[in-house]
């Protein structure tokens, strides 16, 4: 009963929200299709404002793959990764989370076809996608879309965030599947 429910709700929250917003727009006579016009050119506005950022964000990462970079960083973290018990395999996923959130979904799915969904690195790269979040990506566009450029504070706030995500995924992972 309650999974029919949902299901039309579901099936007619977005076309009720395409009738109801325009509606109220014009009975509190807003003109709603210039706001949305003017809307969509602040969008594409911001959209050409960051695409430098994301260019150079992207190019990065690429460095940092193909360097190697990001291997020697996971077998520098090996000593700590065997102290908390957390697979080598999912070190790469872990340290590129921060900086894209495409790269460790590609990533994610190839932990899953390799090992399975259901097993333990399945199972804890499921989860670190659901805690942690794409700290260099926000920041960068984010705060170069509106012009900030001191940023320390959130980045450290950020990574520990990012850092904070994995531990408790660990221990999640290891607590309810171990």
């Known amino acids: 009963m309650l999974v029919n429910v949902l299901n039309v709700i579901s099936q007619w929250a977005i076309p009720l929200l395409l009738l109801i917003i325009p509606l109220y727009g014009f009975i509190k ?28 964000m992207m190019v990065a990462i690429s460095v940092f793959r193909a360097s190697g970079a990001m291997m020697v960083l996971g077998s520098l973290l090996k000593p700590i990764t ?7 395999e999912i070190m790469p996923l872990a340290i590129m989370r921060p900086l ?23 199972r804890l790269a499921s ?12 920041l960068t566009v ?10 320390r504070y959130s980045v450290v706030s950020g990574l520990s965030a990012d850092i904070t995500g ?8 290891h607590r309810l599947f171990g």
């Open 142 to 151: 984010y705060f170069g879309s509106i012009g900030v450029t001191r940023y």
């Open 82 to 88: 065997d102290l908390i018990a957390a697979p080598a």
């Open 29 to 56: 006579k807003v003109p709603v299709y210039e706001k949305f016009v003017e809307g969509a050119e602040e969008g594409f506005r911001t959209a050409v404002r960051i695409i430098p950022f994301l260019v150079g």
């Open 100 to 122: 894209s959130g495409s790269a460790v979904l590609g990533m994610a799915a190839e932990l899953m076809k390799f090992h399975g969904p259901d097993s333990f690195i399945g």
């Open 166 to 173: 994995f531990l408790v995924s660990l221990y999640l992972c």
């Open 127 to 138: 989860i670190m996608q659901g805690t942690t979040d794409t700290t260099f990506f926000v």
